[in-house]
């Protein structure tokens, strides 16, 4: 079936750049994602990349996409302390409505 | 703009009880689906509709059923609990209108089978 993987932990000190690592199964996906999820709350979407980029940018935040090895990366610049929180990388299933396949998630954790 | 909304926020069950869950979005989605969450093992797919009248099982359906009778609504039942059973449960719509095909979630409902 699909899946997705994810390092399960990441921590880095204020100011710093995090980067999570994802790698995806299924070829087909069309669009890749990232979600946060803060504690205690639901899951927001932070961006997404369709799948003939290599790179998209927003803000602080970073997509890199290596299609040939099916590896997607999300760089925070410059990480706060409320970029705590657990993030999700996600592709979408065509043969599931879109459903998201997700990974397990990474947990940031940054201190000051 | 309300978004997803989740009903309820947390319960109790005893092994054997039943419930439904209530998920309701205000976004003409036409996509639904249901999720559960559980430490160390992400979000995993129960059960979606693609549309009303229509549902199918995604990756862990078992012990649970849902309803599409309205576009809006999607319930998931759970008729016999289970200590498995135990889980954060996400409601999720999307829209094949929208490219970027990204789904919006409710907030979550904790449910404790004791």
């Known amino acids: 079936g699909e899946d997705v993987e994810q390092s399960l932990f990441l921590s880095v000190r204020e100011g710093d750049s995090s980067v999570i690592n994802c790698t995806y199964t299924d070829s087909s996906s069309t669009y890749l994602y990232w979600y946060k999820q803060e504690p205690g709350a639901g899951l927001q979407l932070l961006t997404y990349?369709?799948?003939?980029?290599d790179m998209k940018q927003d803000q602080r935040l970073t997509v890199l996409l290596n299609k040939k090895d099916k590896h997607l990366s999300l760089r925070i610049a410059d990480t706060q302390t409320g970029d705590s929180a657990i993030y999700f990388c996600?592709?979408?299933?065509?043969?599931?409505?879109?459903?998201?396949?997700f990974g397990k998630g990474t947990t940031l954790s940054v201190s000051s | 703009n309300a978004g997803v909304t989740q009903t309820p926020k947390f319960r109790v069950l005893k092994t054997g009880q039943s419930m439904t869950l209530l998920c309701a979005q205000d976004m003409n989605h036409e996509y639904m689906y249901w999720y559960r969450q559980d430490p160390g093992m992400g979000l995993r797919l129960i059960h979606y509709?693609?549309?009303?009248?229509?549902?199918a099982k995604g990756e862990v359906p078992d012990g649970y059923n849902v309803s599409r009778l309205k576009k809006q609504n999607f319930l998931l039942g759970l008729e016999s609990a289970a200590p498995s059973q135990t889980s954060v449960y996400f409601c999720a719509s999307s829209s094949p209108r929208r490219v970027s095909g990204e789904a919006f979630f409710g907030q979550g409902t904790r449910l404790t089978v004791v």
């Open positions: 996600a592709e979408r299933f065509e043969q599931a409505g879109t459903a998201l396949i």
């Open positions: 990349i369709f799948s003939n980029m």
């Open positions: 509709s693609v549309g009303e009248g229509t549902t």
